[in-house]
């Protein structure tokens, strides 16, 4: 949408001239997940696709609100985006601490059943170049969805993998550190 995209590029303008201010507070994974998926049912509607999201809701990380928030409509907007008419959108977090206990993670999944990202774009997206290809239905795009979010994720102390064969979908990786509760 126009708004998302200006928003976005409103975004990676404060990032470039580093005029952002990184607020981090305790944030509820599953509310941040699923206000992301609110805010683009018209896309998932319009797709007839159904988004699966299970994520428990006592999981907690601490980081910029406002930088996760959009992080997570931008890579959800993609799985949509590139995902076929009538497709599956699975989002999953899990509590990925080790054993030894003394690294707490979580680390959050999106998986969609979509066009996949071949090798070179990946490689694209994960040195930061810019580029645009367009959705399954034509939908157009700025590039700077992935690079906000790549960067964003950092800023947050978060770590951001992508699992994808061209034409075989793909699987989003992000994995921030927990804040630990007994959950």
């Given amino acids: 949408s126009p708004y998302a ?7 990676y303008s404060r990032l470039q001239l580093n005029k952002f201010d990184f607020m ?7 509310e941040l997940i699923h206000s992301a998926i609110d805010l683009l049912k018209f896309k ?12 428990n809701k ?8 406002e930088m ?28 990925i601490t080790s054993e030894s206990g003394d690294q707490s993670a979580l680390q959050i999944s999106i998986t969609d059943e979509g066009v996949g990202i071949n090798e070179e774009n990946q490689r694209k997206i994960m ?9 399954t239905n034509k939908e157009p795009g ?9 960067k ?4 947050n102390r978060g770590k951001f993998e992508i699992i994808s064969k061209d034409g075989e979908g793909v699987t989003l990786l992000i994995t921030f550190p927990a804040l630990k509760t007994d959950y």
């Fill in 152 to 155: 964003y994720i950092s800023l």
């Fill in 24 to 30: 981090p507070e305790t944030i509820l994974l599953g």
């Fill in 127 to 135: 040195i930061g170049e810019m580029f645009s290809t367009p959705g």
């Fill in 5 to 11: 995209m200006t928003n976005n590029l409103l975004h």
């Fill in 44 to 55: 998932i509607r319009k797709k007839d696709i159904l988004v699966k999201a299970e994520v």
């Fill in 58 to 65: 006592e999981y907690k990380i601490v980081g910029d609100i």
């Fill in 68 to 95: 996760l928030r959009i992080t997570f409509e931008n890579l959800i907007s993609n799985s949509i985006k590139y995902s076929k008419n009538g497709s599956v959108v699975k989002i999953f977090a899990e509590d």
């Fill in 142 to 150: 700025s590039g700077l969805g992935l690079l906000l979010a790549r």
